[in-house]
Structures are given as C-alpha cells and as structure tokens.
C-alpha cells in the first residue's frame, strides 16, 4: 500500500455507523476498513492474513446491513448501524476478532462506495487488545470525508481483537462501509518489538489532510494544513484545508479556512514574536495570512511587493519578518529576481530590501532559477542580521540596515548545493549550526549523506565551517529536530530525491550527538515520510513526524502523523523513564536578559530552551535550542535567558528540565519579549 513492495490484497468489510442528526434525516455512512498485520520489524512490510474464521460484533445493526458484511469480501454490502426504526446515538464499535494472536501494524477502512457519503467516519479511535479486556490505543484522529480508501499504518502490536469506533460522523454521513484487509504474519509469533534503547514509535495520528505544513502552537497544539484541497495542490487557490491536533485530547479538528482567500500551499513560514503564524505566498502568491491561537482565528495582512512560492521566511530579532527566494510561483518559465523584502507587523506593511539580493543565495538547479531560491537555511541573528546557511553552498549574510545588505559568509565547506538538506541550530548561544543531506538539484538526483558544523559569530565575518563524519543514511526530503538534550534527531528523507514517490524512502531516523559528533541508526519508522513531510518537537519531549504526499489520486500520499519518543524517555530495561517534573515557573513571561526561577519536583542539573517549531519542505527556521547553565540545586533553581535577541528571538519557548541521566520534563511554556 504505502511501500512499494507491499502487495495488498483488499477485502471489503461493510460496516454502517449511525448517529442521530440534531435535523433531518438518517445518517448513512459506509466505512472501509483495512487492516495490516506486520509479519516482522521491518517497516511497512505487511502480508496477507488468512481471514478465515474471523468474526465481527458491532454496537448496532440494521437489519439488512448486518456487520458480518464487513468479512464478506463484497463492496456492495456493507454494516450499517440502526437507523429504523431509531437512528442509534453515536459512539459505535466493531470488533473483528480474528482468532488468533498476530503482530498487527495497520487498519484500512473504506467507505462506502456507492456515491453516497452519509455515515462516513469522522473522528475514530483504533484500538487492539490481545484478550478481548485490555485495549491499547494505537490510532487516533479524524478521516477525510470521501469514499477513498482510509489506510493507518501504527506501532506493531501483538493481539487478536481489532476495534474501531466511530465518534464522530464525517460530514452528515451516515452508513459505513468497513474494509478490512489484514496481511498475515510470515513472523507471527517471531517478531519481536524493537529495543526501547532506539526510542519507539507510538501512536498514529490520522488526518483528514496530508499535514504539508505542521506549526506547534503556544496553546501545545499542532496546526497543519495542506493546500486548496486535502490531497493535491495544483490548480489551486483562494482557500486552504487545515486541521489541528490535540496531544491532550488526541482530537483531530478539521476547517477550511476562506476568509483570507489564500491558499497557503508551498508558502514562507514563520511564528512572530507573539506566537502568531506568519504565512506568505504560496499558490497564491502575494498574500499573507496570519493565524492567532489566542482567538483561533486566521486573518490578512498586507500583501508582499513580489510574488513569492517556496521562498525562505525568518523571525528576527526585532520581531520583524524577513522573505527571499520563492521563483516556483512564477513557473517552470521562472523569473527570479526575488529579492528581500521585510514585514513589520505594527505597521502592517512589506519593505522591499534591494539591498539584500538572492543572487549570492542561488544553487546550480539543474531546473534553473524556478528550483535555485527555493527553501533557503534562514537564522535570525544579532543586530537584526539574517544568516543563510543554504542549501547553496554558498553562504551569505543579509543585514537590514537601510535598503538592506549582504556580504558573503565563504563556503559550507567543502560541501555541494544541498537542496532540500536540513540545517538546525543545536546550540544557539555558541553559534552552532548543523547542516546535513540534501541534493545539488531539487529532483531527480542522488541525495547526500554530508554533514558539517557551521560556526556563526559577529554578523558580515566568514562562518567556520567542520567537515563532520557522515550520516548513516543519504538522504533529502528529511527533516531534523534539536531535542532538548541538544542532540539532533533526523527523520525521514530519500536516497534519490523524486517528488511523490516513496522508492528509496530511508525508513531509519538518525540521532547526532554533538559530543561525540557521531550518528546512530533509530528504530524504523512505519510510513515512508519523503517530499512533503514534516516533523517538530511536542512540548512533551517526543517527536511528531507526518505526511508526504500531495499528489491527488496517487499511492502516496500519508494522510497522519505517528509521535516518536526518544530513547531519553526510557530507563535501560525497556520501562519509560520517571520524568522530573516542573511543579512552577516564574515567571513565564520574560524580557530578554531575564532570571526565571524554577522549581522541579526532583533534583535536575541542566535545562534548555527550545523555540517552538514550524516545518515545511524540510525547513524550521524557528526551532533553535539555548542551553541554559542553572543555578541552585534540590528543587529551586534559576535560569537566565540571553540578553542578545539575535540568540533568544521573541516567541514563545519550551522550557526543559534534565535529570543527570538525560531525562526530559514537560516543558513549561515561556514568552520572551524584548
Ligand atoms: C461499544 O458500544 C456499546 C454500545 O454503545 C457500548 O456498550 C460498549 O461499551 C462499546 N464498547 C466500547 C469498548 O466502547
Ligand atoms: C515598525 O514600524 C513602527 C512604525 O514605523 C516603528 O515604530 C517600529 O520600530 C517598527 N518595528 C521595528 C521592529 O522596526
Ligand atoms: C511596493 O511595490 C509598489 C509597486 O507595486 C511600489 O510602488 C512600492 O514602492 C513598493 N514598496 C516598497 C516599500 O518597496
Ligand atoms: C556588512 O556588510 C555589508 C556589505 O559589505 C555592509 O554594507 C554593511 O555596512 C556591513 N554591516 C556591518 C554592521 O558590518
């Protein structure tokens, strides 16, 4: 299904979920349901499962659409729940036991296919339990509201009761159609579930979109949207599908958002100084759009002075926002030229910045100037200077002073263009950036496996830059997250880039250490995560890494996110950690410069801050870790944000405290403000 190699073989399971509508008539949804039992640890691999002798129970039934039609192998049948003579209220479940233990990795579930969509699935929970008593939560979220087939790969899990239920009807649908497809277990019983030392993968995260652009937001929610449409972006415009995730819920909310009439697909992307989502350009290529999570409302500001899509966007140290690059709005028949130009949100008005040229910040695409500006590394610095770090390989300093400036930084070493590479800012105090992956063209090329550290210090003077040991695994179309203990988790990715295509997906995350400045492979992943996936850093310590895809009716798009928890969250024999707590922060508000004093529930020795994170297209320029040395001991402790603003960019953090052994809190949010 999502790999290549995987062969599926579908039977339909008709299932109906009903619920009562506050007006009108019955419900009518048909849901498909899919499932794949992984015969062993490597990822995405799914066989048949033999599905005779399974049987199914639900909650209801209408009689005619009873839900032994979800085994019956016939799309023309299907489970509906009771509708006549009453509709019945809305949860509902289906168990399908199929009698015998396997080690099950994914569900699928089709709607009905008979043009109707009442009934279709909405919110759902996956769940499995191996005796029929204790259930373990695999997936949670919302399905988009059409007839395709709904597929929800998850963490490998040893049991022989499936469960779907259904919390929500799609969009006034009520019969659902169920599919159910399990592959068997060559290794049923000889699987055996990865070493927590590697971290794990948890919980799936379904979407009604393919998450393309993914922010976490101060409220600790997560706001991603895909383009004009949930699963392809061409031809589009004036509107955006969005849909937000709850870690505290698990719920998935779904809007379309039209009031801006903008369609914020392949857009520049950043948070200002007050947690707001600044989003220009796109598929429509002028607009600006922002989003406020206090109000959870989405507003517009003034246009740009040139039209921009894939442009690089940054947060400076002023609260200022900066854009350059962005020729895919113009086409293949590209014009370049897009220079910089700079927001001021009190103002509400962009400034052209001649003076800050992209044609020092431009790689030798083999597709021209339409692929050279696109995706630059952007870092806001001090004194409001801006320092690019790729994926030219050459790098450059922007300054805003007047009409703009730029010098030269040297070379990335003796690094290539490295399009699509990632470059993270793991110590921010120190100037240290690490810059790994990406190709000498957009597509249709082999990715690289190239590392170094860049060095930044006084704005205008040549970066230093060391040539580092290499990645295990090529790849672009990665992206890369700073945890709070400084090392860089590295997800995703493509040996040889190629836009929707999952071949040579690289399904190991690496972890960089910056002590020993070496790699290590993860556990695999489950769903490729190549062009057009995100990942971002949870407030909880753990990893959200989604989506791929966009490309209409094709095989690859991934419609959820799964979270990754690091091996920091374990203790050596496999349990989780106990995490030191942060019992109080104050205060949380905090000038640059500033003390804050902490209290934890248990002895500590380091904390960090992590700017809040926003990706797209394999970029974060907000992400950003500042060490922070503490004073005091036990339980009482005190901080000190950096005075310079070029370090500690105004925004909203994630305050982290870690026990000797690496152990992570929950992060405490804190505004720091100029
Ligand atoms: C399934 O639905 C039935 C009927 O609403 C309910 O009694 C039962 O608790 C549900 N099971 C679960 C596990 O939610
Ligand atoms: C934004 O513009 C206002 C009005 O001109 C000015 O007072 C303010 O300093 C500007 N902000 C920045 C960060 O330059
Ligand atoms: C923006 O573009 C308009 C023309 O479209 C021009 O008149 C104006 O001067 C530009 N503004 C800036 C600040 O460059
Ligand atoms: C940085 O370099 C540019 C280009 O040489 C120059 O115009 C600008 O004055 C310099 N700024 C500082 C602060 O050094």
Redesign the pocket.
């Known amino acids: 299904m999502l790999h290549k190699s995987t062969a599926l073989a579908l039977f339909t399971i008709c299932l109906t979920v009903t619920h009562a509508r506050p007006s009108g008539g019955s419900l009518y949804p048909r849901v498909a349901v899919d499932a794949v039992v992984a015969g062993n640890a490597a990822v995405a691999q799914a066989v048949p499962i033999d599905r005779t002798g399974w049987t199914v129970t639900a909650d209801s039934y209408q009689p005619g659409n009873e839900p032994s039609n979800v085994l019956d192998g016939n799309t023309g049948t299907f489970w509906h729940t009771e509708y006549s003579p009453t509709n019945a209220a809305l949860p509902h479940n289906l168990t399908i036991d199929l009698k015998a233990l396997y080690w099950i990795n994914g569900l699928s579930y089709l709607p009905r296919q008979d043009g109707s969509s009442n009934g279709n699935i909405g919110q759902h929970i996956i769940q499995l339990s191996a005796d029929n008593s204790n259930w373990v939560t695999v997936a949670t979220g919302t399905y988009l509201n059409d007839a395709s087939l709904k597929q929800t790969l998850f963490a490998s899990t040893h049991a022989r009761y499936v469960r779907l239920t259904a919390q929500t009807e799609a969009q006034g649908a009520g019969n659902p159609w169920t599919k159910i497809n399990l592959h068997d277990g060559s290794g049923k019983s000889s699987y055996s579930p990865p070493p927590t030392s590697l971290g794990q993968w948890g919980e799936t995260i379904d979407f009604p979109i393919v998450p393309v652009a993914a922010v976490v937001l101060n409220t600790g929610k997560v706001l991603t949207w895909s383009s004009f449409e949930a699963n392809s972006f061409s031809g589009g415009g004036g509107l955006t599908q969005t849909a937000t995730y709850d870690p505290s819920t698990g719920i998935v909310s779904q809007r379309t958002v039209t009031n801006t009439g903008h369609d914020m697909f392949c857009p520049g992307l950043s948070i200002d100084a007050s947690g707001r989502t600044v989003v220009t350009g796109g598929n429509n290529d002028l607009k600006t759009s922002i989003y406020n999570p206090a109000s959870d409302a989405w507003v517009s500001a003034a246009n740009m002075?040139i039209t921009r899509g894939y442009q690089a966007q940054v947060t400076l140290f002023d609260g200022r926002i900066f854009v350059i690059g962005g020729s895919w709005s113009d086409g293949t028949a590209s014009k370049g030229g897009k220079n910089g130009e700079i927001y001021n949100s009190t103002t509400n008005t962009?400034?052209?910045l001649p003076g800050c040229p992209v044609a020092p910040m431009l790689t030798q695409d083999a597709q021209g100037v339409y692929r050279a500006d696109n995706h630059g590394w952007l870092f806001g610095w001090k004194n409001g200077f801006v320092f690019q770090a790729g994926p030219s390989k050459a790098m450059n300093w922007y300054g805003m002073a007047g009409s703009g400036t730029q010098e030269a930084a040297g070379n990335r070493g003796d690094d290539a263009d490295a399009m699509n590479g990632n470059a993270v800012m793991y110590d921010a105090v120190n100037g240290k950036i690490l810059a790994i992956g990406g190709a000498t063209s957009y597509q249709d090329t082999t990715a690289t496996s190239n590392a170094h550290i860049i060095t930044i210090g006084a704005p205008n003077t040549t970066a230093t830059v060391t040539t580092i040991g290499s990645m295990v695994y090529a790849r672009g179309f990665a992206n890369s997250i700073v945890l709070p203990d400084g090392k860089v988790f590295i997800v995703g990715g493509q040996k040889y880039v190629e836009p929707f295509s999952d071949d040579t997906a690289v399904y190991y995350p690496e972890m960089w250490d910056p002590t020993t400045q070496k790699f290590t492979t993860l556990n695999p992943m489950y769903t490729p995560r190549t062009y057009h996936s995100v990942a971002l850093l949870l407030p909880d310590g753990t990893v959200f890494s989604g989506g791929g895809g966009l490309c209409g009716t094709c095989t690859t798009n991934h419609f959820d996110a799964q979270i990754y928890s690091p091996p920091y969250l374990f203790n050596t024999d496999g349990s989780r950690a106990t995490r030191p707590k942060i019992t109080s922060a104050s205060p949380t508000s905090i000038k640059v410069g500033g003390s804050i004093v902490v209290a934890t529930d248990s002895a500590v020795t380091s904390f960090s801050l992590i700017r809040q994170g926003s990706a797209t297209h394999s970029v974060d320029t907000d992400q950003r870790r500042i060490a922070l040395t503490p004073t005091g001991s036990g339980t009482s402790y005190t901080v000190a944000v950096p005075s310079d603003p070029g370090i500690a960019i105004p925004g909203y953090w994630m305050l982290f405290a870690l026990t000797s052994a690496g152990v992570p809190s929950l992060a405490q949010t804190i505004l720091v403000t100029l």
Request: zero cysteines.
């Open positions: 002075n962009w400034t052209e």
